[in-house]
């Protein structure tokens, strides 16, 4: 409890370089309610983690299991065998993961994020609101003004040139774009919970598989069509699994509130893909009878696309049209001729607090700055 690891250098480690681990009674592995047994507090700032995972690849930089308030902040990694930082699981939360520089992760598996997040059981813990009540729901966790980029190096599973992955797997699965086939913040297997916001992701997407109480706001995305399509997340914008509304019989809902709390707002993307937002198991349906309060997708609104081509949804519905619905209220588009290097050089340092390198500083962050 109450521990810092800071200004350390982890290279070239057997397995991950930061472990938080906590243990439940063996009679309860749910319960965690006044189990002292749980890393809490724990703050790891200002460290640098190159090459991790020699041996273990189911390694990050980062690995928390069943702990409480984990700080990652201020630290630089890269060149690892799968995720930089990985939450295993839905107990405690509180976490924050704040103004780290992350590349090249994932170069030796495929199915992850840079970070990636799972939450698949329940625990009963402290209510985080401080009257120590009995609760199933964690604290909220913040990922915030991150730098992520997939790549730009290839991984070992890709190898140069074409043909099947060096491990024997169909090409598919290794295709020789580089990068992970996944997305840049990845929360998978029913994470919730979880405010994302300023960060800047080059060269994939945000994922949100299972789950529900996730917000992405104020992020600056670039080119997530850079990861390669497996299942068909990381080319877009955003991706949705559809099993976030439930069994799929029971769509459209016939109570409410029947979303659950998915907010994609205040966002930029610029992206050569065919549709900025994706969605898996979309019901149409649904859209029509409830609108904006259909199970099958988060609430989308305010966001600026940089598009090759104008905006449609699902090849059917333009910006203007899917207004009228509910969808992308108040959204704008523009061509990608609009943006250029400079511009968006600013509006990334904009967002991670960073100085301008010229006159455009006092403008940038603006609507006006960047459709200009």
Known sequence: HNSTITKGDFLKTGDSGVVTVGKLPKSEPYNGYGVNSVPTN??????????????????????????KSIKFLDNVLYDGPRAGININDGFGGGHMIKRNVIFNQVLESGDHGPINTWSRS????????????RTVTPAWNEID????????????????????????????????????????????????YFLDTRNVCAFAGLKNYIGQNKIWDSNLIVFPEGTASQNRSGTSCIYTSMYMAGNKDEIPCQEQPCRTREVYTNNTCLTYSTEPLEYDMFNETDLQLMGNK?????????????????????????????????????SIEASLEKMNVEKLNCFARAILELDCPDDLHETHGQQDFLFA
């Not at 724990?42 to 702990?67: E, M, P, R």
């Not at 696309?305 to 333009?318: A, D, E, I, T």
Request: proline fraction near 6%.
């Open 42 to 67: 724990i703050t790891i700032s200002l460290c640098h983690f190159g090459q991790t995972g020699v041996y273990g690849k189911q390694t990050s930089a980062l690995f928390v299991a069943v702990s």
């Open 145 to 192: 003004q991150n730098f992520i980029m997939l790549g730009p190096k290839f991984g070992s599973l890709y190898g140069p040139g074409n043909g099947p992955c060096s491990n024997g797997d169909p090409q598919f699965y290794c295709p020789k774009n580089g990068g992970s086939l996944y997305s840049c913040l990845d929360h998978d297997d029913g994470s919730e």
């Open 294 to 330: 259909n199970t099958t997708i988060p609430y989308t609104a305010k966001n600026q696309y940089f598009l090759s081509q104008p905006y449609h949804f699902r090849g059917k519905w333009n910006l203007s049209e899917v207004q009228a619905i509910g969808i992308d209220i108040g």
């Open 122 to 133: 329940a625990y009963v813990q402290a209510s985080s609101d401080g009257k120590d009540l």
